[in-house]
Every structure is written in structure tokens, then in C-alpha cells.
């Protein structure tokens, strides 16, 4: 790997960002937001070899705003799907040795988005990839302590 280059060009992916959300603005923790999409980019580009990472941002008619992270990946079965999201615990036992990584990004990046008042959904199928949604409200609570994000 090259000193200072990023993980998705040193693995041979591109990126691609689309928002087609119409909101310009919306209040929320942009620490924990932005911890959650670097979990779930940095995923992408560990798991991706010479394919394509996206992160899109698209809007709900019911006030939810979407932050979805997909790539054309290894992909999981519905076996490994079932156990990614709990503490320590990755895939299957050669993710560690393969990839590296504690097992701890997703179950944070799930703790924060429902703290947000929101959820993380997960999609994938073995050698085709993997999507990750982040769904947040739009209009948050003032006593959250949050921040204005302009999208």
C-alpha cells in the first residue's frame, strides 16, 4: 500500500457519490454520522478488490434521510449476515487473518444510528456485495445535543 492513499484507490475500486436527496440541511450528531460512514466505507473498500464503492444519499416522502454505502464486494451468505452485527464477531474466522479488523465498526455504527433515532439496515449476497443503510429522521429532538449538517 502507498503512504497516504486511500484504501479504495490501493485495492484498484472507484468511488462514487450520488445524492439525490432533496434536503439541503438536517440536525444531528455529525460525529457519530461521520464515524458510522467511515465504518461503513472503510468495510467497503477492505472487502472490495478492483470494483466500485458507492455512497449515496437519497430522501424518504415519509421525513427519513438515507445514507447507503454499497459495494461490489465479497459479499456474505445470510449465515454471516446473522452474525456480523454483534460485538467481536465478524463473518467467519478468516475475516481477522484475511482482512484484519476487531469486529466492532458495524455494532458501533448500528449503536449510533439508533441513538440518532434512526437504523441500520444490512443487504448482501456472496460475490455480488454488500449495501448498508443508515436511516436517520430528518427533524431530530433539540435536547439531543446535536448539530446542524448540511447534506
Same mark, same amino acid.
Do not use: C, H
Given at each position: 500500500?502507498?503512504?497516504?492513499?486511500?484504501?479504495?484507490?490501493?485495492?484498484?475500486?472507484?468511488?462514487? %457519490?450520488?445524492?439525490?436527496?432533496?434536503?439541503?440541511?438536517?440536525?444531528? #450528531?455529525?460525529?457519530? %454520522?461521520?464515524?458510522?460512514?467511515?465504518?461503513?466505507?472503510?468495510?467497503?473498500?477492505?472487502?472490495?478488490?478492483?470494483?466500485?464503492?458507492?455512497?449515496?444519499?437519497?430522501?424518504?416522502?415519509?421525513?427519513?434521510?438515507?445514507?447507503?454505502?454499497?459495494?461490489?464486494?465479497?459479499?456474505?451468505?445470510? #449465515?454471516?449476515?446473522?452474525?456480523?452485527?454483534?460485538?467481536?464477531?465478524?463473518?467467519?474466522?478468516?475475516?481477522?487473518?484475511?482482512?484484519?479488523?476487531?469486529?466492532?465498526?458495524?455494532?458501533?455504527?448500528?449503536?449510533?444510528?439508533?441513538?440518532?433515532?434512526?437504523?441500520?439496515?444490512?443487504?448482501?449476497?456472496?460475490?455480488?456485495?454488500?449495501?448498508?443503510?443508515?436511516?436517520?429522521?430528518?427533524?431530530?429532538?433539540?435536547?439531543?445535543?446535536?448539530?446542524?449538517?448540511?447534506?
Amino acid at each position: 500500500m502507498g503512504a497516504g492513499q486511500p484504501l479504495i484507490a490501493v485495492k484498484g475500486n472507484t468511488f462514487e %457519490l450520488t445524492k439525490t436527496a432533496a434536503v439541503a440541511a438536517f440536525t444531528t #450528531d455529525t460525529q457519530k %454520522l461521520r464515524q458510522s460512514l467511515l465504518n461503513l466505507l472503510g468495510n467497503a473498500a477492505k472487502f472490495t478488490r478492483d470494483g466500485e464503492v458507492r455512497l449515496e444519499v437519497t430522501q424518504e416522502p415519509a421525513g427519513w434521510l438515507n445514507f447507503i454505502v454499497s459495494d461490489t464486494g465479497v459479499g456474505m451468505d445470510a #449465515d454471516q449476515l446473522s452474525k456480523i452485527l454483534e460485538p467481536f464477531t465478524q463473518a467467519d474466522a478468516e475475516v481477522p487473518t484475511k482482512y484484519g479488523g476487531t469486529g466492532l465498526g458495524l455494532t458501533i455504527t448500528r449503536n449510533f444510528a439508533e441513538l440518532l433515532g434512526g437504523r441500520l439496515l444490512v443487504e448482501s449476497e456472496p460475490d455480488k456485495g454488500s449495501r448498508f443503510t443508515i436511516s436517520l429522521p430528518i427533524q431530530q429532538a433539540e435536547d439531543l445535543g446535536t448539530t446542524g449538517l448540511t447534506v
